[in-house]
């Protein structure tokens, strides 16, 4: 016993080290998340005085576990014990338990990310055994189990563990009364099973805990002052969209004027460049607005009609804000234009060139530049 409850914090010391050493943040930590099934089937057979194979009766089970974190879990499993006997009994025995469970190689390797391919976990249990007889008078006692769990992670998502589990599993009242001892060998079983556990999908969109980079304090900071600023410019929305709107109304007018003037657009076909068109955004967004789809059709329809143009879209970003962030803002909206392009007009990707060009200077106002701009292409 002694040795049981030293081995145990010692076990528990060092996930407590582990977890303050753990600088990493972990996705997929919900109450929902990290849970399990198992089926088992093997065999079990006193643990002295016998022969596996000999002595040995079918066992199968069935368990529902909870990864709490990455080295440790919880989980709670039934065993039935097969009667091969002439008893009329179905069972010899049945056992209820619940178990905990030490990821050794997370434990002692760190979590990589994902479940490698082959872990060992330590498992420990405490649990209700029940002896069924061959007529009146089951008896009950309490357990304890022990083993280990060599797992082996199945396919690209991890979602399947095949694992073999040892486990010695001790009758607690057994003959305590003439040996002075719960953790008699002569009152324990060796059980040997193989199992197959099915892990579900977390809210992170995996089977299992994923890795993230914190924020640091400094960066959190930042933020924090950049939401700061964007509040007070929530003041000048209105005018900056107003802005926007308008441009929008001149080039669905120019629209208008291109659809109605046929015998124009061929003569603009005959140059090597034809007129650029220009998609308007909101401020931080990326998404394409209902009433600037015209723009894109416009393109849509001239590369349909001339198989042989290609088009160039540039992507801006208007120069309020993070520099980072407009760069990245300016390419998404380049991309955006070139998706509905590819999945709505189906032109093929290949004829579509989008690129981001950070933030833009080709109009005085500053608004207006938060343009994707589609240069078509002919070739001579």
């Given at each position: 016993m002694k040795k049981s409850i030293l081995a145990s914090a010692f076990i528990m010391g060092a996930i407590s080290l582990h977890a303050q050493n753990e600088r990493t943040a972990l996705e997929g930590t919900r109450l929902s998340d990290n849970w399990s099934i198992e089926f088992k089937a093997g065999g079990v057979t006193p643990l002295t005085h016998s022969s596996f194979l000999r002595n040995a009766r079918p066992a199968f089970g069935f368990g529902i576990g909870k990864q709490l974190t990455p080295v440790f879990g919880l989980g709670v499993q039934g065993m039935g014990y097969v009667n091969t006997s002439s008893s009329k009994t179905a069972f010899d025995a049945s056992e209820v338990s619940v178990i905990g469970k030490v990821n050794l190689m997370n434990l002692l390797g760190g979590y990589t990310g994902e479940p490698r391919i082959f872990e060992i976990e330590a498992l420990t249990g405490i649990g209700w055994l029940h002896y069924y007889q061959n007529g009146p008078g089951d008896s009950n006692s309490w357990s304890t189990r022990l083993g280990m769990n060599l797992n082996f992670n199945l396919g690209e998502e991890k979602a399947w563990t095949l694992g073999i589990k040892p486990a010695v599993v001790y009758d607690m009242q057994g003959d305590f009364n003439h040996s002075k001892s719960r953790f008699n060998a002569n009152n324990a079983s060796f059980e040997l099973t193989a199992g197959l556990t099915y892990h579900f999908m977390c809210s992170n969109g995996t089977h299992h805990f994923t890795k993230v980079k914190p924020y640091d304090a400094m960066e959190v900071g930042a933020l924090n002052?950049?939401?700061?600023?964007?509040?007070?410019?929530?003041?000048?929305?209105?005018?900056?969209?107003?802005?926007?709107?308008?441009?929008?109304?001149?080039?669905q007018k120019e629209l208008a004027e291109c659809r109605t003037q046929a015998a124009n657009v061929e003569t603009v076909v005959q140059t090597n460049r034809i007129p650029e068109s220009t998609i308007t955004f909101r401020q931080g967004k990326s998404v394409v607005d209902a009433s600037q789809l015209p723009n894109v059709e416009r393109v849509a329809v001239y590369m349909k009609k001339h198989a042989e143009t290609k088009v160039i879209i540039k992507g801006y970003a208007s120069p309020e804000g993070n520099l980072a962030f407009n760069e990245k803002l300016a390419g998404a909206r380049a991309e955006a234009v070139k998706s509905i392009l590819v999945k709505k007009y189906k032109i093929d990707t290949n004829r579509i060139t989008a690129q981001g060009q950070g933030v833009g200077d080709m109009f005085s106002e500053p608004d207006w530049n938060r343009v994707s701009i589609c240069t078509i292409e002919q070739s001579e």
């Amino acid at each position: 016993m002694k040795k049981s409850i030293l081995a145990s914090a010692f076990i528990m010391g060092a996930i407590s080290l582990h977890a303050q050493n753990e600088r990493t943040a972990l996705e997929g930590t919900r109450l929902s998340d990290n849970w399990s099934i198992e089926f088992k089937a093997g065999g079990v057979t006193p643990l002295t005085h016998s022969s596996f194979l000999r002595n040995a009766r079918p066992a199968f089970g069935f368990g529902i576990g909870k990864q709490l974190t990455p080295v440790f879990g919880l989980g709670v499993q039934g065993m039935g014990y097969v009667n091969t006997s002439s008893s009329k009994t179905a069972f010899d025995a049945s056992e209820v338990s619940v178990i905990g469970k030490v990821n050794l190689m997370n434990l002692l390797g760190g979590y990589t990310g994902e479940p490698r391919i082959f872990e060992i976990e330590a498992l420990t249990g405490i649990g209700w055994l029940h002896y069924y007889q061959n007529g009146p008078g089951d008896s009950n006692s309490w357990s304890t189990r022990l083993g280990m769990n060599l797992n082996f992670n199945l396919g690209e998502e991890k979602a399947w563990t095949l694992g073999i589990k040892p486990a010695v599993v001790y009758d607690m009242q057994g003959d305590f009364n003439h040996s002075k001892s719960r953790f008699n060998a002569n009152n324990a079983s060796f059980e040997l099973t193989a199992g197959l556990t099915y892990h579900f999908m977390c809210s992170n969109g995996t089977h299992h805990f994923t890795k993230v980079k914190p924020y640091d304090a400094m960066e959190v900071g930042a933020l924090n002052d950049e939401v700061n600023s964007l509040r007070e410019q929530l003041g000048t929305t209105e005018s900056q969209l107003n802005h926007a709107m308008k441009q929008a109304d001149y080039y669905q007018k120019e629209l208008a004027e291109c659809r109605t003037q046929a015998a124009n657009v061929e003569t603009v076909v005959q140059t090597n460049r034809i007129p650029e068109s220009t998609i308007t955004f909101r401020q931080g967004k990326s998404v394409v607005d209902a009433s600037q789809l015209p723009n894109v059709e416009r393109v849509a329809v001239y590369m349909k009609k001339h198989a042989e143009t290609k088009v160039i879209i540039k992507g801006y970003a208007s120069p309020e804000g993070n520099l980072a962030f407009n760069e990245k803002l300016a390419g998404a909206r380049a991309e955006a234009v070139k998706s509905i392009l590819v999945k709505k007009y189906k032109i093929d990707t290949n004829r579509i060139t989008a690129q981001g060009q950070g933030v833009g200077d080709m109009f005085s106002e500053p608004d207006w530049n938060r343009v994707s701009i589609c240069t078509i292409e002919q070739s001579e």
